[in-house]
């Protein structure tokens, strides 16, 4: 099989097994990356989850030494809006569409070995598969590799299946012949950078990933106020700089039924979770790409949502998680109150302050009623 036969049979293979766009590309280091990733670095806009050896961000071989080929694969999740829950409880939270079914990592790590064994059908081959878990800058690969250009949100924008895409990829000891760059049709519009609810899209590709609302949903860093104002009803991911981006409109619709969200209809039942067991939860969210950060973070984050929301239901919920086992769901409890009920919240965090034992909390709390004197 010639090396351009090779190429189709892989393609060939990906089209049976729905895997929406295939790319390749050659495993050659990214050296040109090295500045931007080093400024990012002293911008101080680096995050916890990224990779901090630079060298492993860049460089294939470093990952597989006999690298010379990476099969890239792209995959639309943007499911029919229809599938929302029509849940009408006023207590509600958002998931990005990236966690509306099952885990991404799941499906496509499936999906990439599921073409290995096809390729190792005709040649056996050395293979290393990642999807959102390794040290490479999967973006840049899927740009070399022909699978879409980036937006100025730095998501990956595919002419056919848009940003909603998720990326996998495969680093091989293969030859097979690179794909052209997509060229960049982004042009001067700038409306995601307009639409950022905390301003963290920067002008020439520059994201200040700490401000970022997904972001936000992920960490275990404790989230400044003003952010928490911005985050909405979001608990886990944003939608935003893609929900506006003009080149997600009048795209294709995927049919990869993996990603309906069948069990949790695209939304957090706030009520629900604050009541579930950690069995319970599992059941319920233990399939979804937000359930990785467990059950706490995204409790965090539905009282964040609450404070946002300042629905007077939520102010039991509120008085009863202000006593929760974890100081991070007390911490939060008592923001949201005063966001609500200022009056109300202080007399509660008051009563509660007596009996909190722990110095960090407590100082946490006494440092909110002082900030939100000077808002009342």
């Known amino acids: 099989m010639t090396i351009i036969d090779f190429k189709k049979y892989i393609i060939q293979k990906s089209k049976e097994l729905n895997i929406d766009i295939i790319g390749f590309c050659d495993s050659k280091p990214f050296n040109y990356l090295k500045e931007i990733l080093t400024m990012r670095r002293e911008e101080g806009y680096e995050t916890e989850f990224e990779e901090k050896d630079i060298e492993l961000r860049i460089n294939p071989k470093k990952t597989l030494p006999n690298a010379k080929s990476i099969i890239a694969i792209g995959m639309s999740y943007n499911v029919l809006e229809s599938s929302v829950s029509k849940n009408e409880s006023s207590l509600k939270g958002k998931l990005s569409k990236s966690s509306w079914g099952i885990d991404y990592h799941v499906v496509l790590t499936e999906k990439l070995q599921k073409l290995a064994r096809e390729i190792k059908k005709v040649n056996n081959f050395e293979y290393k598969i990642f999807v959102d878990t390794g040290p490479l800058l999967d973006r840049e690969i899927a740009k070399k590799a022909g699978i879409g250009w980036y937006g100025k949100n730095n998501s990956i924008i595919n002419d056919k299946f848009g940003s909603f895409i998720f990326i996998g990829y495969m ?8 794909d052209s760059i997509t060229k960049d049709e982004c042009g001067s519009c700038e409306i995601c950078i307009k639409s950022c609810p905390t301003k963290a899209i920067g002008h020439g590709h520059t994201i200040d990933s700490r401000k970022c609302i997904s972001y936000l949903t992920q960490t275990k860093q404790r989230i400044p106020y003003d952010l928490r104002d911005k985050m909405g009803i979001q608990v886990y991911g944003c939608d935003t700089c893609q929900s506006c981006c003009p080149r997600n409109k009048d795209i294709l619709k995927t049919e990869n039924t993996p990603f309906i969200p069948h069990k949790t209809g695209g939304i957090i039942d706030i009520n629900e979770l604050f009541h579930m067991s950690n069995k ?5 969210y233990g399939h979804v790409a ?32 202000i006593n929760d086992q974890s100081a991070m769901i007390r911490e939060y409890s008592a923001w949201a109150l005063l966001k609500i009920d200022r009056k109300l919240g202080r007399k509660i965090i008051k009563e509660h302050i007596d009996r909190e034992k722990d110095i960090e909390v407590k100082k946490e709390m006494e440092g909110l009623l002082k900030y939100y004197r000077f808002f009342s």
Do not use: Y
């Open 171 to 178: 680093i091989t000891d293969l030859e097979i012949t690179p």
């Open 290 to 321: 937000a359930s990785w950060r467990g059950k706490n973070i995204l409790k965090r984050n539905c009282i964040i949502a609450l404070g946002n929301l300042k629905d007077q239901n939520s102010i039991e919920l509120l008085t009863k998680s």
């Open 280 to 284: 319970e939860f599992k059941d319920r």
